[in-house]
């Protein structure tokens, strides 16, 4: 069984030593390269042990969770660092630090994927070290009601096609189904070049909301396109794993 690291261990180290502790969970090969990217704020959470199929999974947004005013400061320069949402991974999805809380949005994830409703630590350890994990807005939010702009959903959209080709991204899992984001995708990669998986069903309704799947092709290869709603509250993992990632 590894070793749980304490919160402070990790939030408040340098890159260096963040990158020692966590060189059983993370590949940080690709760091040089991903640097060089235009409009790429955070660095992906890559895992180092990928499934024979590359996935994606693809959040919207990072906020500032803090209210208090004297705390502000100290967490708003956390959410500009570039290892902003490595940290968030490893203290939210991995559960490295001991702060007791379910971080909902992490689980619903695992749900997602596992179709179980409690995985096991081993579990969660191979679940996140098998995927790569990328935030679609590249700036943080002030608090979880604010939404993104158009400007910086394109410029998302622009990111995430570079990333999808430097690290030859498969399956991409994002998390809205709203048809909006499927739209900027679309535009990102040109109308030819993005097609509905299965013309006989273009959307998988679940719920009160519509599954979607799409294929993107590029330089003679194809990443496929899962569109599921947002694993937050009302979220009826069950359903989704067993119509949309089984």
């Not at 979880?144 to 410029?155: E, G, L, M, N």
């Amino acid at each position: 069984m590894k070793e749980r690291l304490k919160f402070h261990d990790i939030v408040k180290s340098d890159y260096d030593l963040q990158k020692e502790k966590l060189n059983d969970f993370i590949d940080f090969s690709f760091d040089d390269e991903l640097k060089n990217l235009t409009g790429l704020n955070y660095l992906p959470w890559i895992g180092n042990k990928l499934r024979e199929r590359r996935t994606l999974i693809v959040g919207e947004s990072l906020y500032l969770w803090k209210e208090n005013n004297k705390d502000f400061l100290e967490i708003h320069n956390e959410a500009i660092s570039e290892i902003f949402l490595r940290k968030t991974v490893s203290t939210q999805g991995l559960l490295l630090n001991k702060d007791k809380k379910t971080h909902n949005f992490y689980r619903g994830i695992e749900r997602l994927f596992s179709g179980k409703k409690d995985i096991t630590e081993n579990e969660r350890f191979d679940f996140w070290t098998g995927i790569i994990f990328h935030q679609f807005v590249q700036e943080p939010m002030d608090n979880h009601k604010t939404r993104p702009t158009q400007q910086q959903y394109k410029v998302g959209a622009a990111v995430l096609k570079n990333i999808i080709k430097l690290l030859n991204i498969e399956l991409c899992i994002f998390l809205g189904s709203d048809i909006s984001k499927v739209n900027l995708i679309r535009e990102v990669y040109g109308k030819e070049n993005f097609a509905i998986k299965d013309s006989a069903n273009p959307k998988i309704k679940i719920g009160n909301t519509f599954g979607r799947k799409r294929i993107a092709k590029y330089d003679d290869r194809e990443v496929e396109f899962v569109f599921v709603r947002h694993p937050s509250a009302f979220f009826s993992w069950k359903l989704w794993n067993e119509k949309m990632i089984k």
